[in-house]
C-alpha cells in the first residue's frame, strides 16, 4: 500500500492549490481516503473525508466552505481543492486511507491505516 501526496507549494493569502494523493497497492473498493493537517508544534488535525462506498464527504470546522475533496477511482487519485486560503492553513498535509470500511471512520489518526509522507503547502500574508 503506497499514498503518494502532491501539490503543495508557497501561495499568498486568498489564493488556492490542489493537492493530489495517488494511492497504489489496493482496489478503490470499501475504503475512505481522509486528509489531515500538521502545524509546527500542534498535532495531527483530520480536515476532510471522501468514502469511495458512497462518495460522501464530511469536512472539520476549519475548512468548510473553503476546501472540497473528491475523488478519481479510475486514477485511484484523491484531490483537496483549497479555496481562500489563510495563513493559519500552513501545515504539513497528508493523506491517508482506511481499508475496508463502509464510510469515513472517526475523525482521528487511529480511524486510518496507512499513510502518505505529506506535502508542505505554505500560505504568506
Known amino acids: 500500500v503506497q499514498l503518494v501526496e502532491s501539490g503543495g507549494g508557497l501561495v499568498q493569502a486568498g489564493e488556492s492549490l490542489r493537492l493530489s494523493c495517488a494511492a497504489s497497492?489496493?482496489?478503490?473498493?470499501?475504503?475512505?481516503i481522509g486528509w489531515f493537517r500538521q502545524a509546527p508544534g500542534k498535532e495531527r488535525e483530520w480536515i476532510s473525508c471522501i468514502s469511495s462506498t458512497d462518495g460522501i464527504t464530511t469536512y472539520g470546522d476549519s475548512v468548510k466552505d473553503r476546501f472540497t475533496i473528491s475523488s478519481d477511482a479510475a486514477k485511484k487519485t484523491v484531490y483537496l481543492q483549497m479555496n481562500s486560503l489563510k495563513p493559519e492553513d500552513t501545515a504539513i498535509y497528508f493523506c491517508?486511507?482506511?481499508?475496508?470500511?463502509?464510510?469515513?471512520?472517526?475523525?482521528?489518526?487511529?480511524?486510518?491505516?496507512?499513510w502518505g509522507q505529506g506535502t508542505q503547502v505554505t500560505v504568506s500574508s
Open positions: 491517508a486511507a482506511a481499508l475496508a470500511v463502509l464510510n469515513c471512520p472517526r475523525p482521528t489518526m487511529s480511524g486510518y491505516d496507512h
Open positions: 497497492g489496493f482496489t478503490f473498493d470499501d475504503v475512505a
